[in-house]
């Protein structure tokens, strides 16, 4: 069966497969896990959200996720923003180099 359009496989375990978990996976492990995520050839990755520390403890090392992870030619860098104050921590990122290549609202 082919598809009409290319056919784009997004990895998702490091924004949605975290939020619900009881326990905060550690900086070092996302990293670890997305870089090797993005190495086995997952072209688009959403890799941290910009949410709420308070409400999703997971995500409050959304900028040194982002600051550490390798960055591979070819790979699209998603991350969730939610509203305004996470815009405000995302557009830091962008503005040092280190940012996302797509943003979901």
């Keep these: 069966m082919a598809f009409a359009r290319p056919l784009i496989a997004c990895e998702c375990w490091a924004r949605d497969g975290l939020q619900s978990l009881p326990n905060v996976v550690s900086t070092d492990h996302k990293v670890e896990m997305i870089n090797r995520i993005a190495r086995a050839g997952f072209p688009k990755m959403e890799v941290t959200s910009f949410s709420h520390p308070k409400l999703l403890p997971q995500f409050a090392d959304a900028v040194e996720v982002l600051r550490r992870i390798e960055r591979l030619p070819g790979v699209s860098y998603v991350v969730l923003m939610p ?3 996470g815009f405000e921590r995302l557009e830091v990122c962008q503005n040092e180099g ?6 979901i609202l």
């Design 98 to 103: 280190y940012g996302a290549s797509e943003i």
């Design 83 to 85: 509203n305004m104050k």
